[in-house]
C-alpha cells in the first residue's frame, strides 16, 4: 500500500486480534499485488501486456473497473483510472517537484477512459495506455477488511490503511475514535480531532507534495483532461462517508474542483474538513 | 428537516454498493472534537457535630492545541462555615474566651471541648497552567496558583519539566514551586505565649492591632523529581520525592493553649485584663523542612484497573505520616463504572504539640494544642460512581472520613482525665461531578 497500514481492535481476546490482524495484512497484500503497477504479476501489468487486445478480467477486477468508470463520469472526466501515465511528465521525489511539461500533450494522447474498449468483463486497452487503481485501491481494501471485520465481531475495530480509515463500533469508553488530521504546517502533529463513531474518512491531498509553478500552488492531484495538477486545491481535505471509497471519492472529486471543492462538497452535504 | 438533493451522492453510493457488493447499514457519523474540556464538581464536606461545613464548587477548563500544548486554568469557590476547636481543654466550669477582632466573646459548657465559633469564610482560588513540548520527548509546564481568603492571600508560580526515555516507557521529572503568603490575621497576629485579652467595649476600633503581632507572612519552596516506569503492557509503577522548605509565620494565628494546675487538671485564673482563666496563643517554630518519598503502583486488568500508593513523610518538626491509599476501578458496562476507595493515614505529634500547658512550668519555646499537630489515626472510606452520556460524564462520589487521637493522654491529670481530649472526628464528603466537551 505504500503507507503504514493498522488494525485497532479493542478486545480482551488476543486471538481475535491477531485474526483481524492477520486478515488485514492477507487482504493489503492481495490488492497491492493484484493492482499495483509495480508488482510484476498484476493485474494492471496484465492488462498492459495484452498489446491492445481483448483482455478478459475476473469479477473484483471489473467492478473496480466499473467504480473507475462511474468516478470519471461523476467528476466530468477530470479522474480517469488512464491518467497514470502523466507520472512521466510529473514527478515526485524527496519532496522536489520534476516536470517535464514539454511531454504533456503527447500523454494527453494515451489517457482517457473513452478510448478504452470496456465491456464487462472484456478490456481492450489501446497500446501506450495504462490502468493505475492507485487512487482507489487502498480505500477498497480498507472497506474489504471492515466488511470481513463486521461480519467476526461486535469489538470496535478501526482499520486504517495510511490515513483512509473505516471503524467497525466505537470504543465504549469514550464513545468515538478519536482521529487527527495532520497539521499542513507541523508535519506529524494533528490539527483537528474527529470523533468518529461509525463509518469512515478518506483524507487527500498531501501537504508535503506540491508545486509551485509562477508563483502559483498546485496539489498533487492531476486532472486528466489537462495533464496538469489541479490549482488552488486545498492542501488537504478530510471527508467522512459511510465507507472509505466513498470518502476517498469525495475527497479525490472535491480536489479535482480546485477553488470550488468546498462549494461542491457543501452541495453534496458532505461532512467534510478542508485544510487551505 | 429539508431534504437536499445531492448531485452525485446517489450515484457515488451505487457505483460503492456495486464495488463492495453491499453497503453498510450504519451511517456515517463523525464530528470535530472539541477543543475545550471543561470539568465542573459541586463538593459538599461535613464533619460530626456540628463543626465545619465545606460547601464548594470547581470548574476546570482545558483547551488543547495541536497534539501536546495545552492551556488549562482552574476556579475554586469555597464556603466554610462551623466552629473548629481553639486548642483549649474542656473544665469543670464555664470558660469564656475573646473573638479574634477583640469585640465579642464566645464560652464552652463545663465538660464541653472549646470550639471557636467564629469560623466563617469564603475562599476563592484560581489556578493556571501552560504545557509546551520541547522536541519529540520532553515537555516543559508553567503555571500559577492564586487564592484569597479575608485575611489569606496566596500567590504561587511553578514548573515542571518531563522527560521520555527508552521508547517512552520511561518519564522522569523535575519540578519547582515557589509561593508567597500573606497573612493578616483579624486582631493582628498574637505574640506567641502570650496571654489570650479580655474582650473589650471599643467600638470605634476595628481591631486591627489588638492582639499586637500586625501581618504576617511566609515562603514556601517544593522541589519534586520523580520517574514513572512502565512495566509491561499492564502494569506502571511512579516514585517520586519532594522537598519542601516554608519560612515565615507558620503559627495558627486563632488557636491557643490552656493553662492548667499541674496535679489538679483545673484551669488557672487569667491575668489582670485577660480572660477569666489564662489562655496563651500559640507559636510554633518559623521554618519548616518536609521531605516526602511517594511510590504507586497501577495495574491493568481485562476489564478494569488498581492503583495502589504509600507515601511515607517527614519534617523537622517531628512530624512523620504515612499513607496508604488504593483505588480500584471497576468498569461495570461500556458507560459506567464504579470506583471504590480506601485511604489509611497515620502521624506522629510534632515535638512542640501540647494538649495543655502545665501551671509553674517553664515556658516552652514552641507550643501548640492544634489536633492537626497531635499523634491520629485516620481512614477514609468511599467509592465514587460515574456514568458516561452522549453529554459528557456525569459522577458521584461518596466518602466517610474518621480520624482518631489518643483520647487521654499522658498530660490528662486531675480533672482532664474525665474529658475526651482529642475527640474523634467523622465527615462526610459528597462530590457531584459533571465533566464535557465543547
Known sequence: ?276 | MQLKKKPIGGKLAAATCSLLGALPSTPVVAQEAGDWDIDTSLLYYGESDGRVTDVSLDASVRRAFDEDRALNFSLTVDSLTGATPNGAVPANTLQTFTGASGNNSYTAQPGELPLDPTFLDTRVALSGGWQQPIGENSRWNVGFSTSHEYDYLHLGVNTRYEHDFNLKNTTAYVGLAFAQDDIEPVGGAPIGLTPMLAERDDDDDDGDDFRGGGDQSKDVIDALIGVTQLLGRRDLIEVSYTYGQSDGYLTDPYKILSVVDPVTGVPVAGPVGGTPYLYLWEHRPDSRTKQTGFVEWRHAFDRDSLALSARYMTDDWGVDSQTVETRYRWNINERSYLEPHLRWYTQSAADFYRTVLFDGDQLPEYASADQRLADFDAYTVGAKYGRRTDYGEFSLRVEYYRQEGDPSPGSAVGDLAGFELLPPLTAYIVQFGYKFRL
Open chain 1, 1 to 276: 500500500m505504500g503507507s503504514p497500514c493498522e488494525v485497532l481492535c479493542e478486545t480482551a481476546d488476543p486471538r481475535l486480534a491477531k485474526r483481524l490482524g492477520n486478515f488485514a495484512r492477507g487482504e493489503a497484500r492481495r490488492v497491492d499485488l493484484k493492482y499495483s503497477r509495480y508488482q510484476p504479476g498484476s493485474v494492471v501489468n496484465a492488462m498492459q501486456a495484452s498489446h491492445g487486445k481483448r483482455y478478459h478480467v475476473d469479477d473484483e477486477t471489473a467492478r473496480m473497473l466499473d467504480f473507475g468508470a462511474a468516478l470519471w463520469r461523476l467528476s466530468n472526466k477530470a479522474f480517469d483510472l488512464t491518467s497514470g501515465v502523466l507520472r512521466y511528465a510529473w514527478s515526485f521525489d524527496q519532496g522536489k517537484v520534476r516536470s517535464d511539461i514539454s511531454r504533456i500533450p503527447e500523454l494527453l494522447k494515451r489517457i482517457g477512459w473513452d478510448r478504452v474498449g470496456w465491456q464487462p468483463a472484456d478490456i481492450i486497452l489501446p497500446e501506450g495506455m495504462e490502468i493505475d487503481f492507485g487512487g482507489i485501491g487502498k480505500e477498497y481494501a480498507v472497506d474489504r477488511v471492515a466488511d470481513w471485520a463486521a461480519s467476526q465481531t461486535k469489538c470496535p475495530v478501526l482499520i486504517n490503511f495510511g490515513g483512509d480509515l473505516r471503524c467497525v463500533g466505537a470504543p465504549p469508553a469514550s464513545g468515538a475514535w478519536q482521529v487527527g488530521i495532520e497539521s499542513i504546517e507541523n508535519f506529524g502533529k494533528a490539527t483537528k480531532r474527529i470523533e468518529l463513531k461509525s463509518g469512515a474518512l478518506a483524507t487527500s491531498g498531501d501537504a508535503r507534495r506540491h508545486i509551485e509553478i509562477d508563483g502559483k500552488r498546485y496539489g498533487h492531484i492531476f486532472d486528466a483532461r489537462t495533464g496538469w495538477p489541479v490549482a488552488n486545491a486545498p492542501r488537504s481535505i478530510t471527508v467522512a462517508a459511510p465507507t472509505c471509497s466513498q470518502a476517498g471519492s469525495y475527497s479525490t472529486l472535491a480536489m479535482l474542483k480546485g477553488e470550488g471543492a468546498e462549494a461542491f462538497l457543501d452541495a453534496e452535504d458532505a461532512r467534510y474538513w478542508c485544510l487551505r
